[in-house]
């Protein structure tokens, strides 16, 4: 009965945006239904949240699925080799992949304008070249990217990483007045 009711409501949503697809504009449907939520539009908005939620909870079960795994493949391949060696035994006293999960960093990032555009995008250098920058520092890191970019084709966001790190490194001394062309 439920399966019914849920390929019911399927086919009444089909329906209804079929209808939206050939006899409105997309004007028409912001008219008409202009609180869309953002990450309806644009799925790859919470996807990445929503993954790295999901893996946290999940980790305990994910961790011990993981371990019990691990120890099935190594072991005939430990057996294998205990006579070639000539050694007694190996045994696992304990296997975990530590309590914090891994996250997910590297997805789309979700960029808008000031006119409202949306840009979806996992490149470093057009991330950098939709900014709009105002301080001189954060100029000279888009500058950077964007020279990595036109030069190299690669690895922009890995060259505004490192010089964040030598400013970083920098802010100290510039802080107790040294001079940028002070040696010593």
């Known amino acids: ?32 239904l202009p609180e869309i939520p ?34 099935n493949i190594a072991k005939p391949i430990i057996a294998e080799q205990i006579p070639k060696y000539k050694i007694d035994s190996v045994e696992f006293e304990e296997l975990t992949l530590g309590c914090l999960p891994p996250t997910f960093q590297g997805m789309d990032k979700l960029i808008h304008d000031d006119k409202g555009n949306a840009t979806i995008s996992n490149d470093g ?15 000279i890191l888009v500058d950077i990217a964007k020279s990595q970019d036109s030069k190299v084709g690669d690895g922009t966001t890995r060259v505004v990483l490192f010089a964040g790190e030598f400013l ?4 100290p001394f510039i802080e107790d007045g040294v001079h940028s062309k002070s040696y010593t």
């Open 1 to 32: 009965m439920r399966r019914n009711l849920r390929a019911n409501w399927i086919s009444i949503g089909l329906v209804i945006g079929y209808f939206f697809f050939v006899y409105f504009q997309p004007s028409d449907v912001k008219r008409i």
């Open 168 to 171: 970083k490194e920098a802010k």
């Open 38 to 71: 953002f990450w309806v539009k644009n799925p790859y908005y919470d996807r990445v949240d929503w993954l790295n939620r999901f893996i946290e909870l999940m980790w305990p079960y994910l961790d011990k699925a993981i371990c019990k795994t691990a120890k």
């Open 125 to 139: 250098a057009t991330i950098m070249k939709l900014l709009d920058v105002v301080h001189p520092i954060a100029k």
